[in-house]
């Protein structure tokens, strides 16, 4: 059965479409697939691939990065990678600290075999926020505090901004990150450079110059400095898909809590004092004895921990003790002083401000100052109390002198008496007075041995000579 051909005169013509209409896209579809998006591309961050073997590396409560710090961070990356770790969660809590120290850590966060994580916890402050842009990613906790990373150091008026050449070194690493991590780079430059301000329309956000940028977590959000801000670690493993019993965690071993602790600025100097007390005492007596030995455990004490925190290597200790014997040297075999008493006192002195690291030179400062102050004071004050001391007295003794040095001497020896050195005085020894032994103490440094002697005054325990031309 053949169907009747079509009336052409009923067909209706296609009518042209309408210019930049979509009768698939009604309004209502558009929304949808708007709020779609949206929603993808707000749960993108909660479904990464899921790391198998994270490890992290825990804060210490508001830890300067020093040379202990690096040692701390140095373990735990070699701990991450016995592990065969596949990301390495760094969590950070700082006010900053030595630029060396931050760029050396960058180079080993950089040569980490595998993804770096930086959870900020609550701050990152100069020297913390240039560690904070090697991870691949960062999260910044609520409250916290990102930037603020000019160098200073410290000058007559307090602290101070580092030259431009420190300026510009960090200036140049920030940006080096910040095109290696994918970060708006003029929004991380801000934050070593007060001068270069940022403007709402070309950076998003508003910085007058003369101020250095620092920014809250939702700031950093905004600006896609951070990658997300969470509210604790367990927020963060779910924003890495990992499971938080997974997490390996690196644990602080005693051996490196002892050596935080005998690192401090203050127990460096109160070795290093002890150590110059036991040396000067050794030296202005004639036999060894305990002090010298107290002072020699307190110098090999003092470098072996600066060597072990990394602030020093072998030759801060190494123009120490040439310094040391030079001195000696002058001391005991040359008579007066000369060059080499004075190239001994700059090695030792180079030795002790070497232990410190060259750009911690104002730590050394003032650890050495201190050091310097104490052992005046003491050297002081034993001049005018120590030899009338039953302890003086009794460390005083030597098998040489005739009479013990507890037996008082005012009345045997006046003022004037002539006498002869039985031993080198520098500046004390011993002195013979009416065929009698006596401990002597020159008033005008070293008196050669066999020189005569004429008593200025007389003190409990000792007699205070001149040299009698």
């Given at each position: 059965m053949m169907r009747p051909a079509p009336n052409l005169l009923t067909i209706k013509p296609n009518r042209p479409r309408p210019k930049g209409k979509n009768p698939m896209m009604t309004p209502s579809r558009l929304r949808m697939m708007i709020s779609l998006l949206l929603a993808l591309a707000a749960a993108t961050p909660l479904f990464p691939a899921a790391y198998e073997r994270p490890y992290l590396i825990p804060k210490l409560e508001y830890q300067e990065i020093g040379p202990w710090y690096e040692l701390y961070l140095r373990k735990a990356i070699q701990e991450a990678?016995?592990?065969?770790?596949?990301?390495?969660?760094?969590?950070?809590?700082?006010?900053?600290?030595?630029?060396?120290?931050?760029?050396?850590?960058?180079?080993?966060?950089?040569?980490?075999d595998g993804d770096v994580v930086v959870f900020v916890n609550k701050n990152a402050i100069s020297a913390g926020a240039l560690l904070s842009l090697t991870g691949k990613r960062i999260f910044v906790s609520s409250g916290g505090v990102f930037g603020a990373s000019t160098p200073v150091h410290v000058g007559e008026k307090g602290m101070v901004k580092a030259p431009e050449k420190m300026v510009s070194v960090m200036r140049a690493e920030f940006r080096a990150l910040a095109e290696k991590r994918g970060r708006p780079v003029r929004v991380c430059e801000a934050m070593v450079d007060e001068e270069l301000g940022l403007t709402r329309e070309r950076d998003g956000f508003d910085l007058p110059k003369g101020k250095l940028l620092t920014l809250s977590a939702d700031e950093a959000l905004r600006l896609k400095i951070s990658d997300g801000t969470v509210s604790n670690f367990d927020d963060l493993t779910g924003r890495l898909g990992v499971r938080r019993e997974a997490v390996k965690v690196f644990e602080l071993k005693n051996s490196l809590r002892i050596l935080d602790f005998l690192s401090s600025p203050v127990l460096l100097g109160i070795l290093l004092s002890l150590g110059v007390l036991g040396l000067y005492y050794e030296v202005t007596h004639p036999t060894w004895g305990v002090a010298g030995t107290l002072g020699v455990l307190c110098l090999?004490?003092?470098?072996?921990?600066?060597?072990?925190?990394?602030?020093?290597?072998?030759?801060?200790p190494a123009l120490f003790a040439v310094g040391v014997v030079l001195l000696l040297l002058e001391i005991f075999l040359i008579p007066g002083f000369g060059i080499t008493g004075i190239l001994g006192v700059l090695l030792t002195v180079a030795g002790i401000f070497l232990s410190f690291g060259i750009s911690n030179w104002v730590t050394a400062l003032y650890t050495v100052s201190a050091s310097l102050a104490f052992v005046l004071a003491v050297v002081g004050l034993s001049f005018r109390f120590l030899p009338e001391s039953r302890l003086f007295k009794r460390f005083s003794l030597d098998s040489t002198i005739a009479r013990t040095a507890a037996e008082p001497i005012a009345g045997k020896v006046e003022p004037g008496a002539a006498g002869k050195a039985l031993t080198d005085l520098r500046p004390q020894g011993i002195g013979v007075f009416a065929e009698v032994q006596y401990d002597v103490q020159s008033e005008s440094g070293y008196i050669p041995r066999g020189s005569p002697l004429r008593v200025v005054r007389v003190e409990a325990s000792r007699l205070v000579v001149r040299g009698d031309s």
């Open positions: 990678v016995k592990e065969r770790a596949d990301v390495l969660i760094l969590e950070l809590d700082t006010p900053g600290g030595r630029v060396d120290t931050a760029l050396k850590l960058v180079n080993r966060l950089l040569d980490f090999t004490a003092f470098f072996t921990i600066q060597i072990l925190v990394a602030n020093a290597s072998w030759q801060a």
